[in-house]
């Protein structure tokens, strides 16, 4: 089976480097609406959430902001296809946190770090290695 492949466009992974740094040194997060095609995504707008957590290494999507998201998404024909989230002072790679908190099936995860991009794709109960693709869009 072929690695799961997310397409993303420059702009939109400079606004998330972006929210990285101004979150620091907590997490920022928020969720990415877009579509599916096979094992192909694509990222066509982002939804920057509030992190509700006290700890500054886990982050909690503010329910109210999920919910804006859904709707602002199904206005547009699309869907919530995956979250992101920053590591301020770990790697790009999914913690034991982000391990406990996933649970849809199918749902992407982009973590951006200090000097790197990850992506991955959660199925069957564990994470799997995204091939990321940026566009110029």
């Not at 740094?21 to 094992?39: I, K, Q, T």
């Not at 790679?93 to 099936?105: K, L, M, T």
């Amino acid at each position: 089976m072929p690695s799961p492949r997310i397409e993303l466009s420059s702009r939109l992974a400079e606004q998330i480097r972006a929210q990285a740094l101004d979150a620091f040194p907590r997490e920022c997060c928020g969720l990415l609406e877009g579509g599916r095609e096979g094992e192909d995504f694509h990222v066509a707008a982002l939804h920057p959430a509030s992190n509700l957590s006290s700890q500054t290494d886990r982050f909690e999507i503010d329910p109210r902001d999920q919910i804006a998201a859904q709707k602002s998404a199904r206005l547009r024909g699309r869907a919530i296809i995956g979250c992101y989230h920053s590591h301020p002072n770990g790697s790009a790679q999914p913690s034991a946190a982000d391990r406990a908190g996933a649970v849809e099936e199918g749902f992407v995860w982009l973590i951006v770090s200090a000097d790197e991009f990850g992506a991955f794709v959660y199925r069957g109960g564990e994470f799997l290695g995204a091939d990321w693709v940026t566009s110029s869009q």
